[in-house]
């Protein structure tokens, strides 16, 4: 019935929707700070409890997926040089059992 949306086009119609609260009456949009994205450098809105508890650094998932793409692979990863041992992969494969994977 419809057609596919566009995700690029679809996060600029909700982003010109969040725009145009901007400066608007609504509460939840009475106390938006502006912040600069760590990644692409863009200029974004965020409530003032998210910067409280340690968010609000980038301006979208894509841009903290790519950031940690790039700080946070290898031996940056918080996973580096962990090895499977023989007791985890005996009971990490006796936890899929009976389970259908890729159907
Ligand atoms: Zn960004």
Avoid at 36 to 59: A, L, M, N, P, Y
Avoid at 66 to 84: D, I, P, Y
Wanted: with cysteine; net charge positive.
């Amino acid at each position: 019935m419809s057609l596919p949306k566009d995700p690029t086009k679809h996060a600029a119609y909700i982003q010109s929707l969040h725009d145009a609260k901007i400066g608007g009456t609504h509460p939840s949009y009475l106390r938006r700070v502006s912040r600069i994205c760590k990644q692409c450098g863009k200029e974004f809105f965020v409530k003032q409890s998210r910067i409280d508890d340690g968010r609000g650094i980038f301006c979208s998932r894509g841009c903290f997926g790519k950031w940690q793409t790039e700080n946070k692979s290898g031996a940056n990863s918080h996973n580096f040089g962990l090895v499977r041992t023989d007791a985890t992969r005996y009971l990490q494969s006796k936890a899929k059992l009976g389970k259908k994977r890729g159907l």
